[in-house]
């Protein structure tokens, strides 16, 4: 069973930084892809950067701007978020792709807000 908790979310004006975190527990292996998506208001679930052990792939919008990072050994996935606007604001969601069993698992999720 793995289970995942972000942390870090919350206000900050535009043009300012927040580093989002994941903590997760259970059997997660260097091999299974872990990464960060959002959800705005009335939209769907999107893809903003996921790590697959390689070099990472990043959504367009946020490219430049968003760094993931992952320690294996410490079971985390980090966010950090630099230059922030408004279109931003979403709901954060960690999320860790097992191969072993192939299957999905999210956190909870973490407001993020960017506005004055």
């Known amino acids: 069973q793995v289970q995942l908790v972000e942390s870090g979310g919350g206000l900050v004006q535009p043009g300012g930084s927040l580093r989002l975190s994941c903590l997760t527990s259970?059997?997660?292996?260097?091999?299974?892809?872990m990464g960060w998506y959002r959800q705005k208001p009335g939209k769907q679930r999107e893809m903003v950067a996921i790590d697959r052990g390689g070099p990472a792939d990043y959504a367009a919008s946020v490219e430049g701007r968003f760094t993931i990072s992952r320690d294996n050994l410490k079971k985390t996935i980090s966010l950090q978020m630099s230059r922030l606007r408004p279109e931003d604001t979403a709901v954060y969601f960690c999320?860790?792709?097992?191969?072993?069993?192939?299957?999905?698992?999210w956190g909870q999720g973490t407001q993020v807000t960017v506005s004055y």
């Open positions: 259970g059997s997660i292996t260097s091999i299974d892809t």
């Open positions: 999320h860790v792709h097992k191969w072993l069993n192939d299957y999905d698992y």
